[in-house]
């Protein structure tokens, strides 16, 4: 009768079976790390920060991710704009972030809670 291969490797089932999956889980992983960006992407996604940043929104995603994520008060042009030169703006949603803002009359500077809407779009490679 032909040995089983754990039997082969001196092995018990369990063991040899838990080292099968652990390395083609391993193998999964290293497959799945992500590619480095080129720098026309880095490019892309530098100006697309500033369009954002310039027209009052933040951008939320960290830098170089492809996917990008940003909010911006509900009255604000950044999704249309952005729609406009041929990128694929999806609400994402809201959230509540804290904006600075100068007290009239006063003139002392705080903080409020300020509703904004989340938005998402994808670099272009």
Same mark, same amino acid.
């Given at each position: 009768?032909?040995?089983?291969? +754990?039997?082969? *490797? !001196?092995?018990?089932?369990? #063991?040899?079976? @838990?080292?099968?999956?652990? /390395? =083609? @889980?391993? =193998?999964?992983?290293?497959?799945?790390?992500?590619?480095?960006?080129?720098?026309?992407?880095?490019?892309? +996604?530098?100006?697309?920060?500033?369009?954002?940043? &310039?027209? $009052? !929104?933040?951008? #939320?995603?960290?830098? $170089?991710?492809?996917?990008? %994520?940003?909010?911006? =008060? /509900? &009255?604000?042009?950044?999704?249309?704009?952005? %729609?406009?030169?041929?990128?694929?703006?999806?609400?994402? $949603?809201?959230?509540? #972030?804290?904006? *600075?803002?100068? =007290?009239?009359?006063?003139?002392?500077?705080? #903080?409020?809670?300020?509703?904004?809407?989340?938005?998402?779009?994808?670099?272009?490679?």
């Amino acid at each position: 009768m032909p040995k089983s291969p +754990w039997q082969d *490797a !001196g092995l018990s089932r369990a #063991v040899y079976y @838990r080292q099968q999956l652990e /390395a =083609e @889980r391993a =193998e999964n992983i290293r497959k799945a790390e992500p590619k480095p960006l080129t720098k026309t992407q880095i490019e892309r +996604w530098a100006d697309l920060h500033q369009i954002i940043f &310039d027209n $009052g !929104g933040t951008v #939320v995603s960290p830098p $170089g991710q492809m996917r990008m %994520r940003f909010n911006c =008060e /509900a &009255d604000s042009g950044i999704p249309d704009y952005l %729609r406009s030169k041929g990128h694929s703006v999806i609400p994402a $949603g809201t959230a509540e #972030v804290l904006r *600075a803002c100068t =007290e009239a009359g006063t003139g002392i500077q705080m #903080v409020k809670p300020t509703h904004v809407f989340v938005y998402e779009l994808q670099v272009q490679k």
